[in-house]
């Protein structure tokens, strides 16, 4: 079974100990709509608000991101403002990458930065 993406805010909020009205004031929203959202009575947030609730619960934003299929305000502005982004994100589209590959990718992108 495939959990929502407000199921599985509450799992992860749950396992590092923070409660909803903790979590509403790290992310300056309120707590109701916290349980809306991990109730199910809500859509997932917006992705510059998933990134909040990610930053207030110390866990990276990826997973929820991609469960939404959401981009941050800054990526959207990468992809926007740079043509090359976009070509790169066209051709491993055509390459069906695995997670293996894309993390490899990224190790790669990694060393490149750090020369």
């Known amino acids: 079974m ?3 993406f407000g199921q599985k805010l509450k799992e992860i909020r749950r396992s590092k100990g923070v409660t ?3 979590l ?3 992310v300056g929203v309120d707590f109701t709509y916290i349980s809306k959202v991990e109730n199910d009575r809500n ?3 917006a992705a510059d608000t998933i990134v909040k609730i990610c930053e207030g619960l110390g866990v ?3 997973g929820l991101l991609a469960m939404t299929g959401k981009m941050p305000t800054p990526i959207k502005e990468i992809i926007r403002e740079n ?3 976009l070509q ?3 051709q491993a589209q ?3 990458l695995t997670a293996d590959e894309w993390g490899m990718l990224t190790q790669q992108l990694k060393q490149l930065r750090s020369r």
Request: hydrophobic share 25%; glycine share 0%.
């Open 24 to 26: 509403a004031e790290k």
């Open 83 to 85: 043509p090359a982004a």
């Open 94 to 96: 055509t390459m069906t």
């Open 60 to 62: 990276p934003p990826d």
């Open 43 to 45: 859509p997932p947030p």
């Open 88 to 90: 790169f994100l066209r």
């Open 2 to 4: 495939t959990n929502t």
């Open 20 to 22: 909803q009205r903790d």
